[in-house]
């Protein structure tokens, strides 16, 4: 699956606390997200603040740079697809998916389903100030789960 295009409107400023579960393992990482008509920025940093990624997409592209390895985190292009997948609407995903799969909001949840109809990825959200923000996001091929907490605010 191709990632859409990265302008997102109205801007998206978010810092969150992701907790995942991973390969067995539980690990947290501090995600500052900046998203804009143009461009995202996504900074992956430990519990101690230490940088661990930081991912840029814009019209020329995703660019990674990966400071330290985690083995117990997804990799950060699959962070980023997460974010757009339970940010961005989903009209901007529909020509991105592969032939057959479905993205449909239902209530306080959004299903990625594949050409099979089975669950790929499955995002709940929560109304918080007048907007709908993810909370978690379970994924089923890559076997993780993130429970999404924001800061700041």
């Given at each position: 699956m191709t990632l859409p295009a990265p302008g997102i409107s109205p801007a998206v400023n978010a810092q969150q606390l992701l907790t995942g579960r991973f390969n067995g393992k539980t690990q947290?990482?501090?995600?500052?997200?900046?998203?804009?008509?143009?461009?995202?920025?996504?900074?992956?940093?430990?519990?101690?603040?230490?940088?661990?990624?930081?991912?840029?997409?814009?019209?020329?592209?995703?660019?990674?740079?990966q400071s330290i390895?985690?083995?117990?985190?997804p990799p950060a292009?699959?962070?980023?697809?997460?974010?757009?997948?339970?940010?961005?609407?989903?009209?901007?995903?529909?020509?991105?998916?592969p032939k057959g799969w479905t993205l449909t909001d239902s209530g306080d949840r959004r299903e990625l389903r594949n050409a099979r109809g089975t669950l790929v990825t499955e995002i709940?959200?929560?109304?918080?100030?007048?907007?709908?923000?993810?909370?978690?996001?379970?994924?089923?091929?890559?076997?993780y789960h993130i429970t999404i907490q924001y800061l700041g605010d």
């Open positions: 947290s990482l501090l995600v500052m997200l900046n998203a804009d008509d143009k461009k995202i920025t996504l900074a992956g940093l430990s519990s101690v603040g230490i940088r661990l990624f930081l991912v840029t997409y814009d019209d020329k592209g995703l660019h990674t740079e390895v985690v083995p117990q985190l292009s699959q962070v980023l697809a997460d974010v757009m997948l339970s940010h961005w609407p989903i009209s901007t995903w529909q020509p991105q998916l709940t959200y929560l109304n918080r100030k007048g907007k709908r923000e993810p909370i978690s996001i379970e994924q089923h091929v890559f076997k």
